[in-house]
Every structure is written in C-alpha cells, then in structure tokens.
C-alpha cells in the first residue's frame, strides 16, 4: 500500500525558498501520478502542482507558475515541490496525494483531488510577510 509522507515545511520570509519533499514509504513499486496541494486557514484545499508517473507531463496552479518546480525521482520513491520567491499568501498546510495508475496512463497528472487515492498528513509552510 502507498504509504506517503512529507517533509520539508517550516517558516520562511518572503522571498525565500523551501524544498517539499513526498516519500512513499510503502515502496510498493506501484506507479502512480502525485501531486501536491494546500490548504489554508478557512479555505479550500487546493490543487498547487502534479506530475504524470512518467515525469513527462506537469501542472502547476496560475497562483504558483514560474515559482514552483514539482519533479520525482522513482527510483527513490519521492516526489519534490521546490518553491521559490515564496509569498504570504503561500502559508498553507501542503499535502501530498497519489493516484496509481497504469502503463497506459503513465503520462496522465491529475489537477483535482478527487482521483487520488492516497494522501500524506500534509506539512506546514509559513510565510513572513
């Protein structure tokens, strides 16, 4: 079974940078899409970023394009989100989310929540305006 867990939130000026970090621990060699999402206080989850299984196919939210760079590296069972020049209003809890998927669909992302299937406890990102 996936088996997802995050790392790599805390608090950081604006303008700085964190590393997310997605780890399946379960290394059930499924393949599956991931993603990564957010949510803040009093608001909706929401998509931020996902990548096919492949790696060849990504997302990004508008709010977030040009800032953030989701990658994976199967090998090791992890999923990245590098986010960059960070704003206020990025402060969020980040999950992380993964779809298996097969062969077929090895280039496919998923950019709602409602195809995955497994979820991580999510990290806390602040942000200091």
């Known amino acids: 079974q996936v088996q997802l867990a995050e790392s790599g939130g805390g608090l950081v000026q604006a303008g700085g940078s964190l590393r997310l970090s997605c780890t399946d621990s379960?290394?059930?060699?499924?393949?599956?899409?991931a993603g990564w999402f957010r949510q803040a206080p009093g608001k909706e989850r929401e998509a931020v970023a996902a990548?096919?299984?492949?790696?060849?196919?990504?997302y990004y939210a508008d709010s977030v394009k040009g800032r953030f760079t989701i990658s994976r590296d199967n090998g090791q069972n992890t999923v990245t989100l590098q986010m960059n020049s960070l704003k206020f209003e990025d402060t969020a809890v980040y999950y992380c989310a993964a779809r298996t998927v097969t062969y077929y669909a090895r280039n496919y992302y998923y950019a709602t929540a409602s195809p995955y299937e497994h979820w991580g406890r999510g990290t806390q990102v602040t942000v200091s305006s």
């Open positions: 990548i096919s299984w492949s790696g060849d196919n990504t």
């Open positions: 379960g290394r059930t060699g499924n393949s599956y899409a």
